[in-house]
């Protein structure tokens, strides 16, 4: 099933996103958590790739496993980094024939130990233009985008990173998956612009329960996000504690997604960095009765 399938059929789509581990026993630990996470019934589930396309092969693997297991829709991760057009559609190519019917179009981020992105040769420098491609070239495959609440680090500004999100929807985009924030504000004010420009397909808010506080820092850290100050020093105050910042992590993020839901959102997509014991503790907590 496609992405605007999924969000034409439900008023709130729950995804998850895994990533390729770099051995067997963490493949298979990666299974395990996702049984877990299957009780919960997502609507789909994504799956990235390793910085310049390192792991593009086993993404797709892991795809197709999910796909088979679990009789789920899967999107793939594609992004235009070191690869040339003939090359990104061979690899579209080999989804469809994974039946993975979905992508999440991003340009990626410049290769380690380079600060700016730079197309190859016969390439694509934006990712409206990857989804201009998709669109035209695989009419049948579902797109979606990510898009920043709180501003792309590379954008000039705020406006100008609503109008390169603009491009993408316009050029055949069906969903706008959010970068990790913290501040439900962010969310609500960012999905106001969007509504205000025409950007008229669902706007997902992607969530990164927080289980550590010097990963969150860091992570956080690489795309911008902001941590509330007060969160933030509950976290540090427990710095030499894992299992309470465990807690913390979890009852911010229990909070933050059910403020969400009262918002009407479209769905959440969980950022579970593999594992299933925090998201599996939110989704628990939270209520969808009134939708």
Same mark, same amino acid.
């Given at each position: 099933m496609r992405l605007p399938d999924i969000y034409a059929q439900t008023d709130f789509a729950l995804s998850f996103e895994l990533f390729p581990p770099k051995t067997e026993a963490g493949l298979e630990a990666l299974f395990g958590h996702a049984d877990r996470l299957m009780r919960f019934a997502p609507s789909y589930i994504t799956c990235t790739y390793g910085a310049g396309g390192s792991t593009q092969d086993k993404t797709l693997e892991i795809a197709a496993r999910v796909r088979r297991e679990y009789h789920l829709p899967v999107a793939t991760h594609l992004t235009c980094v070191g690869r040339t057009a003939d090359q990104i559609r061979d690899?579209?190519?080999? #989804? &469809?024939e994974a039946d993975v019917q979905n992508v999440v179009a991003l340009r990626g981020d410049p290769p380690q130990g380079e600060t700016e992105f730079r197309?190859?040769?016969?390439?694509?420098?934006?990712?409206?233009e990857l989804v201009d491609m998709i669109h035209h070239d695989f009419p049948d495959m579902g797109v979606a985008v990510g898009g920043y609440p709180e501003v792309h680090q590379e954008a000039l500004s705020a406006a100008a990173d609503l109008d390169n999100l603009k491009r993408k929807v316009d050029a055949g985009s069906?969903?706008?998956i959010t970068q990790l924030f913290y501040d439900n504000a962010d969310y609500f004010r960012f999905r106001e612009r969007c509504d205000a420009?025409?950007?008229?397909?669902?706007?997902?808010?992607?969530?990164?329960?927080?289980?550590?506080? #010097? &990963?969150?820092?860091r992570i956080a850290s690489l795309c911008g996000a902001q941590l509330p100050a007060d969160f933030l020093g509950l976290l540090e105050g427990a710095s030499e504690d894992a299992a309470a910042q465990f807690e913390i992590g979890v009852q911010q993020a229990t909070a933050q997604s059910q403020g969400l839901i009262d918002g009407g959102v479209p769905g959440i997509h969980y950022y579970v960095l593999n594992k299933s014991e925090a998201?599996?503790?939110?989704?628990?907590?939270?209520?969808?009765?009134?939708r």
């Open positions: 690899y579209l190519r080999r #989804a &469809q197309p190859v040769a016969g390439g694509y420098s934006y990712a409206n069906h969903a706008v420009v025409g950007v008229n397909v669902p706007i997902i808010p992607g969530l990164l329960p927080v289980t550590n506080v #010097a &990963q969150v820092k998201a599996s503790r939110v989704l628990e907590a939270v209520t969808l009765s009134d």
